[in-house]
């Protein structure tokens, strides 16, 4: 009597299940969130129902669980959700569906059998929620939106070693805003964050989707381009150079122009590390200060031996 | 308590452990063939006791002699009560996707091939660790109650987690079998290791399954 209460009062989806993937139980957890009701499910093929859980994981994970007895997990960082329901209470996230933590384990019979599987499922939007805030802000950078360094080096790291595995291209652009401290110090400092949000903006509009633009230092940019031989990343450089040099920053009343320097490398056998296309680059954009700025420089030829 | 429990395993418990697995490994290669629809070898187990603080050791030196690998732990708790340790070498996770086929896992956080390396993993980890301790459990008469799955990494040297919640001066039963998927060219070793608190009744239940024999 109380057992069967506790089956209907938890705030978690209940589902019993019969050899054949018929509904055998269902909760009144499953009927809020799906309307459905008991008397129309159960003796039915779940799958009437939720034709997209027929798939070859949730088939092999239940005959699993009649088999060995054992559970099976399905995450939400894996599968989102089992069951498509409206999500709700999501904390101002965009979840269309409810984000769950499904649970499938055993219920035998006096012989140990195992007749019937049950199902749980867990409504985790809100934890889903959380943790999508939590990357925002741990790879993005609070001023401009764009990539922080953090993320940065993870992706330089993890392409530099897929270029180790498969030999495929990849560059570097370093970018420094010319003469940034005067803008400081006679527009202010708002100013300054105003043409630093607009130019990472202006750089992400003008690179692919592989492409990532992430905010390195103070004024400092730096664009990781896989795929990308030196040649076609200096194209690149030339186009975002033009596109900043004509822009109108309009701040408030003024009309602000910057011009940026760069420095381009590429990955060849020479470079042995990540830490060594960054200072390639580096090196080069050195290098168009040192030239007058406004400009790019690319590192330099591969030495033949 | 810890005194008597601490004796190793005689040499005769040993062997039913021995037997009791390979009964069990023969069942469960059976399920095993329907469930994922691969036939799956499993070597005869080896069976070894082995003092909880000596155990981090073992495990890096056990699975470092394949370079890089990839691990799905797994714990469990009943009266058999312990943790699966699945050992994949390095890579495996792309030909498990390739069997397993796994579309339908959905996109996160843009990196989808790790994640679906990942899921593919986790998946055959599962099945694979509660096949073997699922039939074990079964022949010992009693059945365990499964924590979800996670894929650990063997260069962090994460064995130390594992055995935070057992007491140093304990030891653990590590059950070692080697496993090949046929004409997959997949391999690698389990671990089922039952915890001190498991062996008293480890003994008992050893002790039972043969009298039923008599």
């Not at chain 1, 101002?92 to 049950?118: A, H, W």
Request: one cysteine or more.
């Amino acid at each position: 009597m109380i057992f069967s209460q506790i089956f209907d009062m938890l705030d978690v989806g209940i589902v019993i299940l019969d050899r054949d993937l018929n509904v055998f139980k269902w909760n009144r957890w499953m009927t809020t969130h799906s309307k459905i009701h008991p008397e129309e499910v159960i003796g039915k093929p779940l799958f009437d129902f939720f034709p997209d859980l027929n798939t070859s994981w949730f088939l092999r994970n239940c005959k699993s669980v009649f088999a060995f007895g054992n559970f099976a997990f399905f995450s939400q960082k894996l599968h989102k959700y089992c069951f498509p329901f409206k999500a709700y209470n999501t904390l101002g996230s965009d979840f269309e569906y409810m984000q769950q933590s499904c649970t499938v384990g055993p219920l035998r019979d006096k012989n140990n059998k195992v007749n019937y599987i049950y199902m749980t499922v867990q409504d985790v939007t809100d934890i889903a929620a959380y943790e999508k805030k939590l990357i925002t802000t741990n790879t993005k950078d609070g001023l401009t939106g764009i990539f922080n360094r953090r993320y940065f080096e993870t992706k330089l790291t993890e392409e530099f070693d897929r270029h180790v595995r498969y030999d495929r291209p990849l560059s570097l652009i370093m970018i420094d805003i010319d003469h940034f401290k005067k803008i400081n110090d006679s527009h202010g400092h708002q100013a300054g964050d105003f043409i630093l949000k607009k130019l990472a903006t202006l750089i992400d509009e003008r690179i692919r989707t592989i492409d990532i633009v992430s905010r390195y230092g103070g004024e400092e940019f730096c664009c990781l381009l896989p795929e990308t031989t030196i040649d076609s990343a200096m194209a690149l450089a030339e186009f975002l150079r033009i596109g900043v040099e004509t822009e109108i920053f309009q701040f408030k009343d003024k009309r602000l122009r910057i011009t940026m320097s760069q420095g381009v490398s590429e990955i060849n056998s020479d470079v042995d590390s990540a830490e060594a296309l960054l200072k390639l680059a580096d090196d080069a954009l050195y290098e168009s200060k040192r030239m007058g700025r406004n400009r790019i420089e690319r590192m330099p030829e591969k030495q033949e031996t | 308590m810890s005194q008597e429990a601490n004796a190793d395993f005689s040499e005769e418990e040993k062997d039913i452990l021995q037997e009791i697995m390979n009964i069990a490994f023969g069942n469960a290669t059976a399920d095993l063939a329907e469930v994922i629809d691969i036939y799956v070898m499993l070597s005869v187990p080896n069976i070894k006791a082995i003092a909880i603080g000596a155990l981090p050791e073992y495990l890096r030196k056990t699975i470092n002699e394949d370079v890089e690998s990839s691990i799905v732990e797994q714990k469990f708790w009943g009266n058999f009560k312990g943790s699966g340790l699945l050992v994949f070498p390095s890579g495996s996770g792309k030909d498990i996707l390739a069997f397993l086929d796994n579309k339908e896992v959905k996109d996160y956080n843009g990196d989808a091939s790790a994640t679906l390396e990942k899921s593919g993993l986790l998946e055959i980890g599962n099945i694979l660790i509660g096949a073997c301790v699922g039939k074990v459990s079964e022949l010992l008469n009693t059945f365990v109650t499964y924590s979800p799955p996670q894929v650990i990494q063997n260069e962090k040297n994460e064995f130390n987690h594992l055995i935070e919640h057992f007491d140093p001066q304990q030891s653990a039963i590590v059950m070692k079998t080697i496993f090949t998927f046929k004409e997959k060219n997949i391999n690698g070793f389990l671990l089922i290791l039952t915890n001190h608190e498991s062996i008293g009744w480890l003994r008992k239940a050893l002790n039972d399954f043969m009298d039923s024999y008599e």
